[in-house]
């Protein structure tokens, strides 16, 4: 049983367009997160979603739009893609109410922008 | 803000030998946890263990130990009879306590090599 799942685990595709990746996780958990991996392999938070809500967007642009259309979903819109957006998009989820604060992690997107 | 440092970029060791990696951070926060993720190859995040810092007792996961200094900020991973399958790139990760919903602050990673 898959308890993360992410589509597609590899996106290749030129400057401006437009692409999405889907999350889902079949664990039960209250909250979702998106991390970037960049080259040189440097995670960082991008959003969290607490029960559809959002709760952190750490100054990520505008073309980027997370959508949490229930608890067990939450995906990524890229706008007007850009070389710099090429990396290893991660989602995540955890129990927050439970206090169970390890979160776990989806098989990673590698998207490649020409 | 919070900050993690992993200052060994890459480390080898023997197979069934042991190994230690270092980590320390930098917080105000009293309540936290922390973290350390392995990424294989395979590039899947993989918890390894974690560590509350109210918990004195060190946490330990079959070969997977950690020596947890708070007043030093530290907070090392020990791996024992190391295994070819313990090859990954290692993430020491802090987490503040209460409803931070999350937010993870990640080392930069060690590289670890284990040879047959």
């Known amino acids: 049983d898959t308890a993360v799942s992410q589509t597609p685990k590899y996106l290749v595709t030129q400057m401006g367009n437009d692409k999405s990746i889907k999350c889902e996780q079949n664990?039960?958990?209250?909250?979702m997160y998106w991390y970037k991996q960049d080259s040189k392999k440097f995670l960082k938070i991008m959003f969290s979603?607490?029960?559809?809500?959002?709760?952190i967007n750490e100054t990520v642009p505008n073309r980027f739009s997370p959508k949490s259309p229930d608890k067990a979903h939450l995906n990524l819109h890229i706008n007007s893609l850009e070389l710099g957006d090429s990396a290893v998009y991660f989602c995540?989820?955890?129990?927050?109410?439970?206090?169970?604060?390890?979160?776990?992690f989806g098989p990673g997107t590698r998207l490649t922008v020409t | 803000a919070q900050t993690v440092t992993q200052s060994q970029p890459e480390m080898s060791v023997q197979e069934a030998e042991t190994v230690t990696l270092s980590c320390t951070y930098d917080t105000s926060e009293n309540n936290y946890y922390l973290f350390w993720y392995k990424q294989p190859p395979s590039r899947q995040m993989i918890l390894v263990i974690r560590?509350?810092?109210?918990?004195?007792q060190n946490a330990t996961e079959n070969r997977f130990s950690v020596n947890f200094q708070k007043a030093a900020k530290s907070f090392s991973l020990k791996i024992s009879d190391s295994q070819l399958g313990d090859t990954a790139m290692y993430f020491c990760a802090f987490l503040p306590g209460g409803t931070s919903y999350g937010k993870l602050t990640f080392g930069q990673g060690t590289i670890l090599t284990v040879h047959p």
């Open positions: 979603y607490n029960n559809k809500e959002l709760i």
């Open positions: 664990l039960g958990h209250d909250t």
């Open positions: 560590q509350e810092a109210y918990k004195q």
């Open positions: 995540a989820s955890s129990q927050e109410s439970l206090a169970l604060y390890e979160q776990y």
